[in-house]
């Protein structure tokens, strides 16, 4: 049997990283059984903005690395894979359900159900929808008035129906406390519950895994696939638990900020690195290795290391392993991946110079470790690309830095030995600025602070001596001045 895992999104126009998870199991789960995962669009709920809504998925798995073997572009055998566009295939089965018995017209109005769940309440009874006896008359009355019904499936009563979850263990589920569901809608438009089975079925899904908080929906479901699936194979099914807010057992949701996927592209994450903390938020191999590749996923993932219990959202441990991944990139891969946040500010031309190109790799190499996530390149080196005009000092920075009494005479001191300091190399510039300081009874922590806010502009950066080669003599001096107009101001 070849393995055939599918992830089925509904287009909200949002891509929580929760939802990119229950993907990945899935991608992980076929591609290490040497199956086939296919992207199926749940769009029965048509909304206006449905074509960039699926782009943002599409994009999002394309960044991450998750590739489908079926579904939007890639169209497949069993297609197609927008539920929008299986229309007849449900008619069909509906019609089967039908002429079986096994899912009847229901006439009800909102009102009368409503009524119903009242009085169910009342005894203090739970409500369930239940086929209420109509007489042929009637019945043939309703439809040729051509009144609006709903289909629903009639529960068979007094079963137990048993789940063997591959994550969640045994679950049952008492067809009693079901009610009969909805199929379809007066308008025809198919429900989840019956589509989503119809799916599985018709594209010949092994494995469904999912949220858990389907779980519940999953009963329907079996019913659904008992009734339509003759000789055809039923699907494993494995519960995937949510995704916890930092420290805590509660869902987290788009509200908590920083869920969605696009915010970590954005930031500039790396796929690798997103892969791999998505990976072991909820699985691990053997509780000790953090750091896997694609590949290693690939080989090691199995459901069984599933944990059946929620996991917490960590961004510090997604921003340790981002820093991990980060440091096992090659200087050109670094530059490919900051260029773009350079020049979307106008602080490198498009395409660049090779003024540009030689200046960013000194920085890049100068920040070191410093330069977790591509973004940062703004936060920690913006002012080696900005002309002097655009120069500013942070306010915080200058306030702990340029407010001491001997800010003035030392910046004066600084420019001078700015200026005549030959070479203009690191070692020169660090053995001119520790005899300063120590002519002036200076800690050399003092003197080498105000030197890096007075030419950076900023409290944090590359280490100091980079800095000040990088920017050049009259660079430097350029920012120096503008420093001690500050000061003096
Ligand atoms: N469209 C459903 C969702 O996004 C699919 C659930 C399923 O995988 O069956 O929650």
Not at 241 to 249: E, R
């Amino acid at each position: 049997m070849t393995v055939r895992t599918r992830f089925a999104p509904s287009p909200t126009g949002f891509l929580h990283i929760g939802g990119v998870r229950t993907a990945l199991f899935n991608w992980l789960f076929a591609r290490s059984q040497g199956g086939q995962f296919i992207l199926r669009i749940d769009d029965t709920d048509q909304s206006r903005n449905v074509e960039e809504a699926v782009r943002l998925i599409l994009d999002g798995f394309r960044w991450i690395g998750i590739d489908w073997d079926e579904g939007p572009e890639v169209g497949g055998p069993v297609g197609p894979y927008f539920q929008s566009q299986r229309g007849d295939l449900y008619q069909r089965a509906l019609h089967h359900l039908l002429d079986q018995g096994l899912v009847y017209k229901d006439f009800s109005t909102e009102d009368e159900r409503a009524a119903d769940k009242a009085a169910a309440e009342a005894r203090k009874q739970p409500y369930r929808f239940r086929r209420k006896p109509i007489d042929p008359a009637t019945l043939a009355q309703f439809e040729a008035e051509g009144r609006p019904y709903a289909l629903r499936f009639k529960v068979p009563l007094g079963r137990t129906l048993v789940l063997e979850d591959r994550i969640k263990g045994r679950v049952e589920q008492r067809t009693d406390d079901l009610s009969d569901f909805v199929v379809a809608r007066p308008d025809g438009s198919p429900l989840y519950n019956f589509a989503s089975a119809v799916d599985d079925l018709e594209m010949g899904i092994t494995h469904v895994i999912r949220a858990e908080e389907h779980l519940t929906n999953t009963f329907s479901q079996l019913l659904i696939f008992e009734a339509l699936r003759g000789e055809r194979p039923m699907p494993s099914f494995a519960h995937v638990p949510f995704v916890a807010k930092p420290g805590s057992k509660v869902k987290l949701s788009k509200r908590d900020g920083a869920v969605g996927l696009d915010f970590y592209i954005e930031a500039g994450y790396l796929p690798e690195a997103m892969m791999n903390y998505l990976a072991r938020l909820g699985w691990s191999f053997d509780d000790k290795q953090e750091i896997f590749s694609r590949a290693e996923l690939i080989e090691k993932f199995t459901l069984e290391r599933v944990n059946s219990s929620p996991a917490s959202h960590d961004p510090d441990k997604l921003f340790w392993i981002q820093g991990e991944w980060m440091r096992t990139l090659s200087l050109e891969a670094k530059r490919n991946g900051v260029l773009p946040y350079l020049q979307r500010a106008g602080l490198i031309s498009e395409p660049p110079t090779l003024d540009d190109l030689t200046r960013l790799d000194r920085v890049i190499l100068a920040l070191q470790d410093r330069l977790k996530v591509f973004s940062d390149i703004l936060k920690l080196g913006r002012f080696f690309f900005e002309p002097i005009e655009r120069f500013t000092i942070d306010p915080e920075a200058g306030k702990k830095r340029l407010r001491k009494e001997f800010a003035a005479t030392l910046l004066e001191a600084l420019d001078d030995l700015l200026a005549t300091t030959e070479p203009f190399d690191e070692a020169t510039l660090e053995k001119a600025v520790h005899d300063l300081s120590e002519a002036r009874g200076l800690k050399i922590g003092d003197v080498v602070n105000t030197l890096r806010v007075a030419v950076t502009g900023q409290g944090i950066g590359p280490g100091l001596y980079d800095c000040l080669t990088i920017l050049g003599r009259e660079g430097c001096r350029q920012r120096l001045a503008k420093a001690r107009q500050w000061v003096a101001s």
